[in-house]
């Protein structure tokens, strides 16, 4: 059974609980960064109907991943734990859906970025696999780019 089989793609109808899960996730990052985190200020009607938005509920929703399939990756934009399920392991079955989401769609790596500033999210991303790639300077913040390379089945 894939690691999917427990998640659901997000309809426009999910768009106020993924907004405000997303908020409620990532509002204590504002403080570390000292700007705005990005996905406070995404307008998610327009991600659901771009992206990837995968759902994982239990007793509400517990979990949002929003991916972007490219043509030699799989960017990870955003693995969202609500507050109150946060070291219940929901981040993990996430990321462990993104692998298997690249895996449906041949995709041999994995992509993502975080703040540079955010060095408990870049060593979590490290213990599951992912090495630092590149820093990007923006005008207002330092972004940490960071890759997974994933085997690919040769059948």
């Not at 997303?22 to 990005?38: D, K, M, S, W």
């Not at 989401?101 to 995709?107: D, G, I, P, Q, V």
């Not at 041999?108 to 870049?122: C, P, Q, V, W, Y």
Request: hydrophobic share 45%.
């Amino acid at each position: 059974m894939s690691v999917l089989a427990g998640l659901r793609r997000a309809t426009m109808a999910d768009v106020t609980d993924v907004t405000d899960l997303q908020h409620a996730a990532y509002a204590g990052n504002r403080a570390i960064l000292g700007v705005e985190p990005l996905p406070l200020i995404a307008d998610y009607a327009e991600i659901i109907a771009r992206d990837e938005v995968w759902l994982l509920e239990g007793e509400g929703l517990e979990g949002v991943l929003v991916l972007t399939p490219r043509a030699d990756d799989l960017l990870i934009w955003s693995v969202a734990t609500a507050p109150g399920r946060r070291g219940g392991g929901v981040g993990n079955r996430l990321l462990a859906a993104a692998e298997a989401r690249a895996a449906e769609l041949s995709l041999g790596s994995l992509r993502l970025f975080t703040g540079e500033k955010l060095t408990a999210n870049i060593a979590w991303y490290e213990r599951h696999g992912f090495v630092r790639e590149r820093i990007e300077c923006r005008p207002d913040r330092r972004l940490v780019h960071m890759v997974k390379h994933l085997a690919r089945s040769r059948g």
